[in-house]
């Protein structure tokens, strides 16, 4: 079974700034890995995700995020955040030939002028 | 694209009253379908998935069911709600070209009272 570690529940960060949300999973198979954001009372939306290939993976809204496979993580990075990118972000993984995700207990990221 | 389309938006119970949520799915055939539920300050608990019509994997023991009764249709049921029903529920859809991603739709916030 695969699980998720988000290790940020809370990220305060100024328009304009970068940040970082940190990802670590643990699996004993190859994985998928996914981030999704999610706004106040709405679904989640795909951000980016990683399959095989290139380990570094763009996204929508100018997100990017970098597979370490020794380190196992997958962390999020924008290099300048917006007040619209104030939400609750989830990192996910799934086996890869699994049905299933599993999510990461999510980060909020709130974006201050 | 595939959509997912959820409702109610909202939805306020009493205890110990029924429920029905109801997800359908368009713009796919024959999906891998999932019910999770966001409790407040929590991160997403898989409920149930279901691979085909009829075909329903339970995640977590609880007062909930779900049912598939057609191939783009996913119900969840309770005969009675408690308190610790409340929550955000997703219904979620797995296409296979899309990279093992999910789509989520829109949710229903459900408060028992």
């Known amino acids: 079974a695969q699980s998720v570690t988000q290790l940020d529940s809370q990220v305060p960060v100024f328009e304009e700034a970068p940040v970082e949300l940190r990802c670590n999973y643990s699996s004993s198979v190859s994985v998928y890995l996914f981030w999704y954001v999610q706004y106040p009372n709405q679904g989640l939306q795909l951000l980016l995700k990683y399959l095989s290939g290139s380990t570094l993976v763009k996204g929508i809204n100018g997100f990017e995020a970098e597979f370490n496979k020794s380190q196992t993580s997958f962390h999020l990075r924008k290099p300048s955040v917006h007040i619209s990118d104030t939400a609750e972000y989830f990192c996910?993984?799934?086996?890869?030939?699994?049905?299933?995700?599993?999510f990461g207990a999510g980060t909020t990221v709130t974006v201050r002028a | 694209s595939q959509t997912i389309h959820q409702w109610p938006a909202t939805l306020v119970q009493p205890v110990g009253s029924p429920l029905s949520l109801e997800c359908t799915v368009e713009?796919?055939?024959?999906?891998?379908l999932y019910w999770y539920r966001q409790a407040a300050g929590r991160g997403l608990q898989l409920l149930f998935y279901?691979?085909?019509?009829?075909?329903i994997s339970s995640e977590v023991p609880q007062n909930l069911s779900a049912s598939r009764p057609q191939d783009r249709q996913f119900i969840l049921s309770s005969k009675k709600l408690l308190l610790s029903d409340s929550g955000f529920y997703l219904c979620?859809?797995?296409?296979?070209?899309?990279?093992?991603?999910?789509?989520f739709g829109s949710g229903t916030r459900l408060t028992v009272v």
């Open positions: 996910a993984v799934s086996g890869s030939n699994d049905y299933k995700l599993s």
């Open positions: 279901s691979v085909g019509i009829g075909q």
């Open positions: 979620a859809c797995r296409g296979l070209w899309e990279g093992y991603g999910y789509t």
């Open positions: 713009g796919t055939s024959n999906p891998n």
